[in-house]
């Protein structure tokens, strides 16, 4: 999945999965940040999907999201308006033991833990959840644990009876993971859906698994109506005392499902009935909508919105004859009029900062330089004076933009570079053509407008799968072609090193030395921006992730 403004980008870090989300989006974190919020009452999730599986070996969510109010890992995330994500023990006593070498992480359990229906969570349910997600008839699913755990690359899932020699559960309550290298990320890895428990005897029907699953967190499913609801009622043996990322304020919490995105909002902007308890968690606020919520100051009232967001850039295909002397793409750098580029997205306000970094604020390691300073339009005589001092001249460019949701963006950029002297030609494609020609070994192109999104709190995810050797090509999200060996052994080093604030240092280094080469043009941290309704509180969005904490918001009355 992937695409450009709107997009679900979803690519290969260190041959794992790595998925990254973005929105449309806007500006300071409103929306009820904090408020009265009480126990009780009836949460609804406004939805465009038809089907939602809870099934956590197919999920890519995010971990504030809505599978994660039914299932329980063994580490969360907490957030907060204003500050990163945290990582917080879930059904574990800690974020992980790690041994010398950084290949073996041990957990343990809480005391105490048990699923909806009474009976207890122990360490062979997570070993069994884990094993069953590398099954291929469950495929889809996050999987950057497929590649790092010894074994993982020929296994194919427990339903014939293999085990996976590399999780160890010498008891009812320790796991013990072992990685073929070091990874000191892995804490955020078992925080996602994989993660969560399922026991064996509950799995007889696969398929259907994710429509009813054995709930460790505040909910289990009351009702699946695919295409019009989900709801979701208290799971009467989860205990408060052992989660620190959940509230569990409301009792039921009902996901109304298959709706028009432009339906979503006008309810929501109407403000009426049960509409009152309900939000967008997963539908923006689109450009034509900007002008009735801002002339309407109860309305704006409710929209959340995050300080940050998906990185917005222009990439540019480093294999091709025109783009891979550095300095002809340096004139690209300061030829690029991102104001424009941030108007087309819906202004400072609901468009998103104007950037200049790989990392995106909200994640460790993000540090705010420019190293290519020019007014918010840019500087076209720069890019003239360094064509010429390249003897370049009339530059000729293709670029390639998604029909529906780039095309905008990719006139700003168009535009922007003509004032250079350079020409460029804009194709337009559907979207999965798009992906298919951008992430595939060809790329036949020299430009094109993509976004990009962490799955977890680590700026691993800004670098390894837009800027590693191996993510170019089949299916890879290096789409610049971009390949130094330096930053190749750089990247792995970071991505070895378990210490959280050398592993930032590492990052934020790798930052200033891909944008040293000019392989990409950060244009916009493009901001997210949801509506709810008046008596929702704690819905807000931090700048990581751009989305809104349904772990923990509740009702006023």
């Known amino acids: 999945m992937k695409r450009t403004t709107s997009a679900v980008a979803v690519a290969a870090a260190l041959a794992l999965a790595v ?28 939805s465009t999907s038809k089907e939602i599986s809870l099934d956590p070996a197919k999920s890519q969510n995010l971990g504030t999201s809505t599978i994660h109010l039914v ?28 041994s010398a070498d950084g290949k073996t992480w041990t957990y343990k359990l809480k005391p105490g833990l048990k699923y909806a229906d009474g009976t207890p969570i122990v360490a062979a349910d997570i070993k069994y959840g884990v094993e069953r997600s590398f099954a291929p008839e469950l495929s889809g699913g996050l999987g950057y644990h497929k590649s790092l755990l010894v074994g993982g690359d020929k296994y194919a899932g427990p339903y014939k009876g293999a085990q996976l020699a590399s999780i160890e559960t010498p008891d009812d309550s320790t796991i013990i993971f072992k990685l073929n290298k070091s990874f000191g990320d892995w804490p955020w890895i078992v925080s996602m859906p994989a993660f969560s428990p399922v026991p064996k005897a509950a799995d007889k029907d696969p398929a259907h698994y994710g429509e009813d699953p054995v709930a460790s967190g505040p909910y ?11 709801e979701l009622e208290r799971n009467p043996n989860w205990d408060k005392s ?22 979503v909002n006008q309810r929501l902007i109407a403000d009426a009935g049960d ?20 002339g309407n100051p109860a309305v704006k009232s409710r929209v959340a919105t995050s300080p940050s967001g998906a990185l917005l850039y222009l990439a540019l295909n480093t294999k091709r004859p025109a783009l891979a002397n550095p300095a002809v ?14 108007v087309a997205e819906g202004g400072p306000e609901y468009g998103g900062e104007i950037a200049s970094t790989l990392i995106t604020p909200g994640i460790d390691g993000y540090s705010k330089f420019n190293l290519y300073d020019a007014p918010p339009a840019g500087d076209p005589e720069k890019a003239k004076q360094l064509l010429a001092a390249a003897g370049v001249s009339n530059l000729k460019l293709l670029m390639v933009a998604d029909t529906d949701t780039g095309m905008d963006v990719a006139q700003a950029i168009q535009q ?20 298919d020609l951008i992430t595939g070994n060809k790329a036949d192109f020299d430009l094109t407008v993509s976004s990009w999104l962490p799955d977890f709190s680590s700026a691993i995810g800004n670098i390894q799968p837009l800027f590693a050797s191996s993510e170019i090509g089949n299916g890879g999200y290096n789409i610049s072609r971009y390949s130094n060996p330096a930053v190749d052994a750089a990247i792995n080093a970071a991505t070895a090193e378990p210490d959280k604030a050398k592993s930032a240092a590492a990052w934020g280094a790798l930052d200033k030395q891909i944008l040293a080469d000019a392989p990409v043009v950060p244009l916009i941290y493009a901001r997210n921006a949801f509506l709810h309704g008046s008596k929702v509180q704690n819905f807000y969005l931090p700048s990581y992730p751009p989305y809104p904490n349904v772990l923990g918001v509740g009702l006023s009355k």
Request: charged share 20%; proline share 6%.
């Open 242 to 263: 052992t989660d620190e990322a959940r509230t569990g304020l409301p009792d039921s919490i009902v996901i109304d499902m298959g709706l028009q995105a432009d339906v």
């Open 275 to 294: 509409d009152k308890f309900a939000a967008a968690t997963g539908v923006s606020l689109p450009a034509a909508l900007i002008p009735t919520v801002n």
């Open 329 to 342: 793409r340096k004139a690209i750098e300061y030829a690029v009029d991102k104001q424009a580029v941030q």
């Open 19 to 46: 998925a990254a989300c973005n929105a449309n989006n806007q500006s300071t974190s409103g929306g009820s940040t904090t408020g009265a919020a009480e126990a009780g009452g009836t949460f609804h999730i406004l």
């Open 71 to 98: 299932l329980r890992g063994l580490t969360s995330w907490k957030t907060s308006p204003d500050k990163a994500a945290e990582l917080v023990p879930d059904l574990a006593t800690d974020t992980g033991q790690v």
């Open 416 to 435: 922007g570079l003509k004032r250079a002297g350079i020409t460029v030609q804009i194709k337009p494609l559907d979207a999965q053509p798009l992906t």
């Open 220 to 230: 289990q499913v009351k009702s699946y109506s695919p295409g019009s609801k989900l």
